[in-house]
């Protein structure tokens, strides 16, 4: 969040606040809405669908409290965006505090085409005979287990577990945090399906963006 007095405001710190005051179901619509949006400016753009997919983060607060199916629907309507350009992202404790009404959902995403990815995966406490029975898409192994990745036994070890669980339970597989080249051949040759991290970009604005897509589509 750029703010005009306060400078770059973390996530870190206003979402709390915004859950604890109850305005996280009011952002989670926004966010939704806007990124569909930016989505439809950028095909407008480009004359073309951008080869893209966008991905939402939802608190759990906003998953018990906001019909979120429908708002989903209707952000995807009002932006003439089919389902499986969207990726949902849940937290573990999302997807653990009300399993019935959370597979509902999921369910309900499945049928539109709209993918659903775990966050941070490997930070929770994952009941794992939930988490088999879910589903899910994507999982997205934290940050925290690419770190030390080729500097500790013990990183390498967990991250070949969180990779060959996701195989086991036929879901796709994502690295958060990849900031390296030996981090990059490490996760590709334990045999992760996608990367993300400030090795490939930073968080651009959106203009940026279109800019990065142009030279994209001129290399290739």
């Not at 939704?32 to 004359?47: K, N, S, Y």
Request: charged share 25%.
């Amino acid at each position: 969040w750029q703010d005009q007095d306060l400078g770059v405001v973390s996530p870190a710190d206003f979402i709390p606040v915004a859950e604890e005051s109850g305005l996280i179901v009011q952002l989670g619509r926004w966010a939704v809405h806007e990124a569909l949006h930016q989505m439809a400016c950028w095909d407008v753009r480009h004359g073309a669908e951008v080869p893209l997919k966008v991905s939402v983060n939802l608190s759990s607060i906003q998953i018990a409290r906001d019909d979120v199916a429908a708002m989903v629907a209707d952000a995807l309507e009002l932006n003439a965006m089919h389902g499986s350009r969207l990726t949902i992202e849940l937290t573990e404790s999302a997807l653990v505090d009300d399993p019935v009404k959370c597979r509902a959902l999921l369910e309900t995403f499945k049928r539109a085409d709209i993918a659903v990815a775990m966050d941070d995966f490997g930070t929770g406490f994952s009941n794992l005979a939930s988490l088999q029975s879910l589903p899910l898409d994507v999982l997205k192994m934290d940050r925290s287990f690419v770190t030390d990745l080729g500097q500790r036994e013990s990183a390498d070890a967990v991250a070949r577990s969180i990779v060959a669980l996701a195989r086991a339970l036929g879901k796709h597989v994502v690295a958060e945090g990849v900031e390296t080249d030996d981090q990059l051949h490490l996760l590709r040759a334990l045999g992760c399906d996608e990367l993300q991290g400030y090795l490939f970009s930073k968080p651009l604005p959106a203009d940026q963006v279109s800019a990065w897509l142009l030279r994209e589509a001129t290399a290739a």
